[in-house]
């Protein structure tokens, strides 16, 4: 089933008003390229890919995927070796080509903050101090 098929065109365009990065749709010039993963028996087709630039775009699509009941798989590098990069009729949310940060020296010291998503909310949660934890995919989220 396509992104078209099971989600109205309002929304998607709802979704690519604010959307920075690039949203790619099976029949896309791109879509063959940018589903394709390095792990070759991982062959899926997801029914959007959304490649985000800013965090504004993760959070855009996460919200767009909770609505939409979505499966979502999350592809930093594509080389996952049990294609969890990748999902059939879901949305890969494609952070590959976030690699940078900014840092302004002018706005003076401010204090470290770490922001990760609950199981339960699209809202970030925050945790405060000077150090940030983070977590691997076997920390449970209630442990960090």
């Not at 767009?64 to 979502?72: G, M, T, Y």
């Not at 999350?74 to 070796?81: D, E, K, L, P, Q």
Request: proline letters at 4%; one cysteine or more.
């Amino acid at each position: 089933m396509s992104i078209t098929e099971s989600v109205d065109a309002a929304s998607l365009g709802k979704l690519q008003e604010n959307f920075r990065g690039q949203l790619i749709l099976p029949g896309d010039r791109d879509y063959d390229a940018s589903r394709t993963v390095w792990n070759a028996i991982a062959d899926r087709y997801p029914a959007l890919i959304a490649r985000c630039t800013r965090v504004e775009d993760v959070i855009a699509a996460v919200r767009f995927a909770r609505e939409h009941d979505l499966v979502i798989a999350v592809r930093g590098g594509g080389h996952s070796v049990a294609g969890f990069s990748t999902c059939d009729a879901g949305i890969v949310i494609d952070v590959s080509g976030m690699r940078a940060v900014q840092i302004d020296p002018a706005s003076g010291p401010r204090e470290s903050r770490a922001e990760r998503f609950s199981s339960s909310s699209t809202a970030p949660r925050r945790s405060t101090g000077s150090r940030a934890r983070s977590a691997s995919w076997d920390t449970p989220a209630s442990a960090v």
